[in-house]
T-cell receptor, first 116, second 116 residues
Framework: NAGVMQNPRHLVRRRGQEARLRCSPM?????VYWYRQLPEEGLKFMVY????????ESGMPKERFSAEFPKEGPSILRIQQVVRGDSAAYFC??????????????FGQGTRLTVV | AQKVTQAQTEISVVEKEDVTLDCVYE???????LFWYKQPPSGELVFLIR??????QNEISGRYSWNFQKSTSSFNFTITASQVVDSAVYFC?????????????FGDGTTLTVKP
């Protein structure tokens, strides 16, 4: 009965490196959301994906950030050429679906990215 | 556009005091969901409650209670007889059905410190 699993929990990258954050949704969930929490701030929506499709990426920075949710395997949030400002906690959430029958989105424990 | 305001940035109380965390929201939708989450110092996000816009009944769960008032667009959270373990950052969040019920807008959080 595993919940949303994110790994790694902590990730340290040097400026200019790539960061890959993984999110395995709850069993049976096909909708994934990524959020970013900058220090001392609330969570900000980044992107919403269904299997093999990006549905809403209105919160994604235009450059260096990308996300995917392949047919098999976890969702990946990829940050290329990281900068210090990318240091944050990245949370993933999953849900069964959307619409009136949607239950709440379940959050993972987050990945804390530190760029040095 | 949806917006969540948590006007109280920080609150400090002494153990056993009651404390109320305020949340005011803005939305044009008639169908929406409101949430409260707790983020302890360890950093994970703990789901506390979800309330849909059609259910204005107040809810009590142990020492926690929630007061939802559509007339004032508020969804306040009260902790009765606070304990040191209640020290955390508390987030209020809103999801609109029309945009995407799984996509939430978070307030900036209220940091609660309960002193022994």
């Amino acid at each position: 009965n595993a919940g949303v699993m994110q790994n790694p929990r902590h990730l340290v990258r040097r400026r200019g490196q790539e960061a890959r954050l993984r999110c395995s949704p709850m069993k049976g969930h096909s909708h994934v959301y990524w959020y970013r929490q900058l220090p001392e701030e609330g969570l900000k929506f980044m992107v919403y994906l269904q299997k093999e499709n990006i549905i809403d990426e209105s919160g994604m920075p235009k450059e260096r950030f990308s996300a995917e949710f392949p047919k098999e395997g976890p969702s990946i949030l990829r940050i290329q050429q990281v900068v210090r400002g990318d240091s944050a906690a990245y949370f993933c959430a999953s849900s069964l679906g959307q619409g009136v029958f949607l239950t709440e989105a379940f959050f993972g424990q987050g990945t804390r990215l530190t760029v040095v | 556009a949806q917006k969540v305001t948590q006007a109280q940035t920080e609150i400090s109380v002494v153990e056993k005091e009651d404390v109320t965390l305020d949340c005011v929201y803005e939305t044009r939708d008639t169908t929406y969901y409101l949430f409260w989450y707790k983020q302890p110092p360890s950093g994970e996000l703990v789901f506390l409650i979800r309330r849909n816009s059609f259910d204005e009944q107040n809810e009590i769960s142990g020492r926690y209670s929630w007061n939802f008032q559509k007339s004032t667009s508020s969804f306040n959270f009260t902790i009765t007889a606070s304990q040191v373990v209640d020290s955390a950052v508390y987030f209020c969040a809103l999801s609109e059905l029309s945009t995407n019920a799984g996509k939430s807008t978070f307030g900036d959080g209220t940091t609660l410190t309960v002193k022994p």
